[in-house]
């Protein structure tokens, strides 16, 4: 029963990155928002990942002399997304190219920060830079939230290294190079600095979502936390409204202007993904926040919305401990470093091992390589991070338990796997021959900017190709875990969610995984997920002022 109700302007359902934009604008705009979150924490999963924006044709890029042009991106964007899809359309890419710049500079007049962050785009192609389109945010004290520092979102591991993601990949080659040290020295320095001065000093996405969170309460909007959304109100086909459920009673809340979900997408709902995913498919695979379990898409769909790329997700290769528990995720930081190579149950190559993580996983499951093996040799531990373990001896405890396979020669290692023996000894045969010449004929590992970009610079002439030879041997499962699913409800260049004849449902709009992904079924660039939920969040609170005046 309702016993209670309240009015907006409009409401935000969901406090990722893309909300506290949209907020801003209604509230410049003179009207009264309101942001909903069924969570304690603010943040989703935007606070857990790199804490970069993909934002073509941006201030910051072309200042560090990018060149960069809609025109330029537009033609990279379609070369590597291809064909259009309803949640990709043309429309929706120029509208997320057009309006992202000026949505950076609006948020900086607000009083964020930003800065270009060199990483490349995540495919070589026409209109690609090598130095990317990636903008980051600056470390973040969020000791500065005072009582709200609480109501911050974690990764259950705990709070991020204060290093932003640029220099985490040079940390990687610290045993090989004076860069790695140098960024080492500069953490240590951090750390110490941190203590001293009684800080608690973010990188990534929790200084994204800290700053954003810092300018959305000094803007004064409201943010209801442990509120969780029960249904829209709709009225003569217009959604006008949502009743939740807060404080253990039931309200209404009207939105005189609309409503926007930015609610995440279903990575953790075990009947969604049994149902649209991939096989095998597993909801202790996601490393999402513990919201992310897709009600609010179902409820959108019981409104008659469009969805897309529902088998679709942010795949990203992880490894994980005997207890189920996440041990890494592996990029090509690790699994593209020289000395290391995946391979199926047949003992074969299947993937260049220095694509960009979704491609990896996408193609884990095109190979049928669910998991596959990672195979890595002394040399690979000697001189490089394994996830978040250091260089060096591994420790006991997780050959232990079962985690790290260890043998002295590579037969023993496929039988401790299960990987066919004679196999995995011609694809290391033959994998050694390409090392030799320094080009990877099978995969084209190496010859991309973003390969080489985590590779081993030290490594000659390819920073990316090393041989397996040097005993022991090690071997690790790899699983396609996920930072979120692309699935989602189709949407238009204005954020608004459609029918499946593209008439708009009026009223509602939907950004970050709530939407289908607006880049189609590949990540063009570091930020590729968090970038264009803020922008969309931005272009639907401008369409819904514009379409009320």
């Given at each position: 029963?309702v016993?209670?109700?309240?009015?907006?302007?409009?409401?935000?359902v969901?406090?990722?990155?893309?909300?506290?934009?949209a907020?801003?604008?209604?509230?410049?705009?003179?009207?009264?928002?309101l942001?909903?979150?069924?969570?304690?924490?603010?943040?989703?999963t935007?606070?857990?990942?790199g804490?970069?924006?993909?934002?073509p044709?941006?201030?910051?890029?072309?200042?560090?002399?990018?060149?960069?042009?809609?025109?330029?991106?537009?033609a990279?964007?379609?070369?590597?997304a291809?064909?259009?899809?309803?949640?990709?359309?043309?429309?929706?890419?120029?509208?997320?190219?057009?309006?992202?710049?000026?949505?950076v500079?609006?948020?900086?007049?607000?009083?964020?920060?930003f800065?270009h962050?060199?990483?490349?785009?995540?495919?070589?192609?026409p209109?690609?830079?090598?130095q990317?389109?990636?903008?980051?945010t600056p470390?973040?004290?969020?000791?500065?939230?005072?009582d709200?520092?609480?109501?911050?979102?974690?990764?259950?591991?705990?709070?991020r290294?204060?290093?932003?993601?640029?220099?985490?990949?040079?940390?990687?080659?610290?045993?090989?190079?004076?860069?790695?040290k140098?960024?080492?020295?500069?953490?240590?320095?951090?750390k110490?600095?941190?203590?001293?001065?009684?800080q608690?000093?973010?990188?990534?996405?929790?200084?994204?979502?800290?700053?954003l969170?810092?300018?959305a309460?000094?803007?004064?909007?409201?943010?209801?936390?442990?509120?969780?959304?029960?249904?829209?109100?709709?009225?003569?086909?217009?959604?006008?409204g949502?009743?939740?459920e807060?404080?253990?009673r039931?309200?209404t809340?009207?939105?005189?202007?609309?409503?926007?979900?930015?609610a995440?997408?279903?990575s953790?709902?075990?009947?969604m993904?049994?149902?649209?995913?991939?096989?095998?498919?597993?909801?202790?695979?996601?490393q999402?926040?513990?919201?992310?379990?897709?009600?609010?898409?179902?409820?959108?769909?019981d409104l008659?919305?469009?969805?897309?790329?529902m088998?679709?997700?942010?795949?990203?290769p992880?490894?994980?401990l005997?207890?189920?528990s996440?041990?890494?995720?592996?990029?090509?930081?690790?699994?593209?470093k020289p000395h290391c190579?995946?391979?199926?149950?047949?003992?074969?190559?299947?993937?260049?091992?220095?694509n960009?993580?979704?491609?990896?996983?996408?193609?884990?499951?095109e190979?049928g390589a669910?998991?596959?093996w990672?195979?890595?040799?002394?040399?690979?531990?000697?001189?490089?991070?394994?996830?978040m373990?250091?260089?060096?001896?591994?420790?006991?405890?997780?050959?232990?338990c079962?985690?790290l396979?260890?043998?002295?020669?590579?037969?023993?290692?496929a039988?401790?796997?299960?990987?066919?023996?004679e196999?995995?000894?011609?694809?290391v045969?033959?994998?050694?021959g390409?090392?030799?010449?320094?080009?990877?004929?099978?995969?084209?590992?190496?010859?991309?900017?973003?390969?080489?970009?985590?590779?081993?610079?030290?490594?000659?002439?390819?920073?990316?190709?090393?041989?397996?030879?040097?005993?022991p041997?090690?071997a690790?499962?790899?699983?396609?875990?996920d930072?979120?699913?692309c699935?989602?409800i189709?949407?238009?260049?204005?954020?608004?969610?459609?029918?499946?004849?593209?008439?708009p449902i009026?009223?509602?709009?939907?950004?970050?995984?709530?939407?289908a992904?607006?880049g189609?079924?590949v990540?063009?660039?570091?930020?590729?997920?968090v970038?264009?939920?803020?922008?969309f969040g931005y272009?639907?609170?401008?369409h819904?002022?514009?379409?009320?005046?």
């Amino acid at each position: 029963m309702v016993v209670s109700e309240e009015t907006f302007d409009f409401v935000i359902v969901g406090s990722g990155a893309g909300s506290v934009p949209a907020a801003l604008v209604l509230q410049e705009q003179g009207k009264r928002v309101l942001i909903i979150e069924k969570q304690a924490v603010i943040g989703g999963t935007s606070a857990y990942s790199g804490g970069v924006i993909w934002v073509p044709n941006n201030d910051h890029v072309n200042a560090a002399g990018g060149n960069d042009s809609p025109e330029r991106a537009k033609a990279y964007f379609d070369a590597i997304a291809g064909d259009p899809l309803p949640s990709s359309s043309h429309a929706r890419r120029e509208s997320w190219i057009r309006n992202g710049a000026e949505m950076v500079r609006f948020l900086e007049r607000k009083g964020m920060k930003f800065f270009h962050s060199g990483l490349p785009d995540y495919y070589d192609g026409p209109g690609s830079l090598p130095q990317g389109r990636g903008l980051a945010t600056p470390l973040f004290n969020a000791k500065e939230l005072g009582d709200w520092e609480a109501k911050l979102s974690m990764p259950a591991a705990g709070r991020r290294m204060p290093l932003h993601i640029m220099e985490g990949v040079k940390i990687l080659t610290i045993k090989q190079t004076w860069r790695g040290k140098a960024v080492a020295l500069l953490l240590v320095y951090r750390k110490i600095k941190e203590r001293l001065l009684g800080q608690t000093l973010l990188s990534g996405g929790g200084a994204l979502l800290g700053r954003l969170l810092q300018i959305a309460l000094r803007e004064r909007v409201p943010i209801w936390t442990e509120t969780s959304v029960r249904d829209f109100i709709v009225e003569n086909g217009r959604v006008v409204g949502v009743t939740a459920e807060r404080d253990g009673r039931m309200v209404t809340v009207r939105a005189n202007l609309g409503v926007l979900v930015n609610a995440g997408g279903f990575s953790r709902n075990r009947e969604m993904r049994d149902k649209y995913s991939p096989k095998p498919a597993s909801t202790d695979w996601t490393q999402v926040n513990p919201g992310d379990t897709g009600e609010m898409i179902r409820a959108i769909m019981d409104l008659g919305a469009a969805t897309d790329q529902m088998d679709e997700a942010f795949w990203f290769p992880c490894s994980y401990l005997p207890d189920g528990s996440t041990f890494s995720m592996h990029s090509a930081g690790d699994i593209g470093k020289p000395h290391c190579i995946l391979v199926d149950a047949r003992g074969n190559r299947f993937v260049n091992e220095a694509n960009p993580y979704m491609e990896v996983g996408k193609t884990m499951y095109e190979a049928g390589a669910v998991p596959a093996w990672a195979i890595f040799d002394s040399e690979h531990r000697r001189k490089y991070f394994w996830g978040m373990a250091m260089p060096g001896k591994p420790a006991e405890t997780l050959i232990e338990c079962g985690y790290l396979k260890r043998a002295g020669s590579l037969d023993k290692i496929a039988r401790l796997c299960g990987i066919d023996a004679e196999g995995l000894a011609r694809t290391v045969q033959h994998f050694n021959g390409l090392v030799h010449t320094g080009v990877d004929d099978d995969f084209h590992r190496g010859e991309s900017a973003f390969n080489q970009y985590y590779g081993d610079p030290k490594t000659k002439p390819n920073p990316n190709l090393g041989t397996i030879a040097k005993p022991p041997f090690y071997a690790v499962a790899i699983y396609p875990g996920d930072i979120g699913t692309c699935g989602g409800i189709v949407a238009d260049e204005h954020a608004r969610a459609l029918r499946p004849d593209g008439v708009p449902i009026p009223g509602l709009y939907v950004t970050g995984n709530t939407s289908a992904a607006a880049g189609g079924r590949v990540y063009l660039g570091a930020g590729a997920a968090v970038g264009p939920s803020m922008i969309f969040g931005y272009v639907a609170a401008r369409h819904a002022v514009r379409a009320n005046l």
